[in-house]
């Protein structure tokens, strides 16, 4: 693939959700959003791997939403108080 | 390969497939994940034949994520992908523009179509060369911290449009 315009940088340090192992940026694909709203990013390698991308996938997303739904009750409870 | 600048609007997410099997294949495993994150627009130039190899690949990994769900037994497993299993049953796939009645997440649209006014999106899939206009036009309501899946060699229009959307205003 032709080198991208200089002005574009690779992003510096990526970590994949699936496997948690640094990732370079040529490596890397765009997965969906991480708890704080950046985006969450796995390798390129488990797209090809079927089985291994919807149950790591899955796994992920269910973490975030028990996280989101245990900071919700934490600002309920702070708010009750 | 992902482009990203530091404190830039977008994430470019570049991949390279051989044939249009591949891509159709690629795209669908990838749509899933980024339907999560909100609307979806996909150019294309045949939307309608896309489409429907699109929904096909999509039913048919519907049904390999049941498959997932029954054969295993772990609860939080089990609710993950059940999680996955309705998430993929509730989107909807349109071919016309969106508009404010419609209930679609996902679309396919034309080169011509995406040089309308567009709500704002989360995610843009280019799988046919597009003008400078036309990405300039369609890449204005991509929310920050979108993300722009490019399929193909990079192209010159990708190149002088996008490197000055990302950066910072």
Same mark, same amino acid.
């Given at each position: 693939?032709?080198?991208?315009?200089?002005?574009?940088?690779?992003?510096?340090?990526?970590?994949?959700?699936?496997?948690?192992?640094?990732?370079?940026?040529?490596?890397?694909?765009?997965?969906?959003?991480?708890?704080?709203?950046?985006?969450?990013?796995?390798?390129?390698?488990?797209?090809?791997?079927?089985?291994?991308?919807?149950?790591?996938?899955?796994?992920?997303?269910?973490?975030?939403?028990?996280?989101?739904?245990?900071?919700?009750?934490?600002?309920?409870?702070?708010?009750?108080? | 390969?992902?482009?990203?600048?530091? %404190?830039?609007?977008?994430?470019?997410?570049? !991949?390279?497939?051989?044939?249009?099997?591949?891509?159709?294949?690629?795209?669908?495993?990838?749509?899933?994940?980024?339907?999560?994150?909100?609307?979806?627009?996909?150019?294309?130039?045949?939307?309608?034949? $896309?489409?429907?190899?699109?929904?096909?690949?999509?039913?048919?990994?519907?049904?390999?994520?049941?498959?997932?769900?029954?054969?295993?037994?772990?609860?939080?497993? !089990?609710?993950?992908?059940?999680?996955?299993?309705?998430?993929?049953?509730?989107?909807? $796939?349109?071919?016309?523009?969106?508009?404010?009645?419609?209930?679609?997440?996902?679309? $396919?649209?034309?080169?011509?179509?995406?040089?309308? *006014?567009?709500?704002?999106?989360?995610?843009?899939?280019?799988? *046919?060369?597009?003008?400078?206009?036309?990405?300039?036009?369609?890449?204005?309501?991509?929310?920050?911290? %979108?993300?722009?899946?490019?399929?193909?060699?990079?192209?010159?229009?990708?190149?002088?449009?996008?490197?000055?959307? $990302?950066?910072?205003?």
């Amino acid at each position: 693939m032709p080198i991208p315009s200089p002005s574009i940088t690779h992003t510096p340090t990526l970590t994949c959700v699936i496997c948690h192992a640094p990732v370079s940026a040529r490596e890397a694909t765009a997965g969906s959003v991480q708890l704080d709203g950046s985006l969450a990013i796995a390798c390129t390698a488990h797209l090809r791997e079927r089985r291994t991308w919807f149950t790591a996938w899955c796994a992920f997303e269910s973490q975030l939403r028990h996280k989101q739904q245990a900071k919700a009750a934490n600002v309920h409870k702070a708010a009750a108080r | 390969m992902i482009l990203h600048s530091e %404190g830039g609007r977008w994430y470019i997410d570049a !991949r390279l497939t051989e044939t249009s099997d591949q891509m159709s294949y690629d795209l669908t495993q990838h749509l899933v994940r980024r339907a999560h994150a909100g609307t979806v627009i996909v150019a294309a130039d045949n939307t309608k034949v $896309f489409l429907s190899v699109v929904r096909k690949r999509w039913a048919k990994l519907l049904y390999e994520v049941e498959c997932m769900r029954s054969s295993t037994l772990d609860r939080e497993k !089990r609710e993950s992908l059940q999680y996955e299993v309705d998430h993929m049953r509730s989107c909807t $796939f349109a071919t016309k523009p969106p508009s404010p009645r419609s209930q679609s997440r996902i679309y $396919f649209l034309t080169p011509e179509q995406l040089d309308t *006014t567009l709500p704002p999106y989360a995610t843009l899939y280019i799988t *046919t060369c597009l003008e400078p206009s036309v990405i300039h036009n369609a890449t204005r309501p991509l929310a920050g911290g %979108g993300v722009i899946v490019i399929y193909g060699p990079w192209v010159k229009p990708y190149d002088d449009l996008l490197a000055q959307q $990302f950066q910072l205003a």
